[in-house]
């Protein structure tokens, strides 16, 4: 099959998976060649007991075009650093960048609910696919797109210009917005953030939406769509799908440092242990109890012990369990296991609500998050 053909395939699939809601959304996915902003390669997971071993697939694979059109999201850059081209044989480091998996794309453009008019902010340029999506949707001259790396918003300015589309490309902290374009009407983020950005709220219209996915240390997060209002206040609710995106760089969490000593603290019994946080929506709950806690397992003395840890207050919590009963360790000016059983109290008693029942609202106090019954 040709690009072409395969675009048509991964279109089909995307109306058929309900990705693609809107005419609209489904020419401009039909138009945007894809392996276009993949020239550089893309770097394929290996599985194995390494579980973040990457090898680089290049342009000249033979598997290329055909990977560039399958619905997966494809790392182009590990550690910050390194692209496809740099690596012979794998790396083992974490991905920093990547041309998201088409659906999701498409379902976040189609959520954010654009006019033929709107002025959008974009936060996470990678690969640009996304961005040439938008300027085929709205035209160029009402896009603006921030990515936080030089080379990477070099090559997507490049594989847009490729495309005759020359959106506002600024290298930049995207948490920061860019004023010299606003007021937007809508503004997007293809990257992770803890808090919605009080620049984002300043820099939108009132009336206009902001799309991001809310994330956190623990590795749980979840798309929210916030309207902003004429008071300099956004609120609005969770969406709902896991929708996961890698942590804007200002936002990955502090070096774990020297482990405190897990042996002091005080101790007493506890209802649950760490294997709750296997769960994804209990792990977004537990997040928001604990916003600048870490997690971490470590073996020792026979048994597996869940740490919760924030590096910036010294409280950490560890949970094991001993002949059949949960037992939890803590210490700090927190004590964490402590505010996490209260936030899962108050969940199980409100009936274990799902994210689509959580609502974001933004002031110029901070951030909340409340489950709306
Ligand atoms: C998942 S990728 C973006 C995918 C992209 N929209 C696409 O379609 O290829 C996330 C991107 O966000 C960028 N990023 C991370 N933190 C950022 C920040 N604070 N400001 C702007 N870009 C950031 C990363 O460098 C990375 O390229």
Redesign the pocket.
Known sequence: MDHAQLRERLVEKLTANGSLRTRAWRSAAETVPRHE?LHGGFFRHLQGPASDAWTPVLDSDADWLEACYQDE?LV??IAGTILPTDVRGQIMRAP?????MPSL?LRMLEDLHVEPESNVL??????????A?LCARLGDERVT?????DT?ASR?RTALARQSMFPAIVT????DGHPESAPYDRVIA??GIRTVPTAWIEQTRPGGLILATISGWLNSSELARLTVHGDGTASGPLLGGQVS???????TPPALGLLPDLNEGTERETLTGGEILADWTTRFVVQLAAPHAQRLTIERDGHTEDVLIDIASGSWATVHKNDGRWIVRQSGPEALWDTVEEQLGRWHAAGTPPLEKFTVTVTPDGQTIHCIG
């Open positions: 902003f999201s182009t850059q920093t960048s990547s041309s998201t794309v974009e936060i996470g340029t990678g690969s640009g696919y996304s961005t999506l797109s921030i990515e936080y790396d990477l997507a930049a902290n995207g948490l293809t990257c995106f890698m942590l804007a760089r200002p936002h």
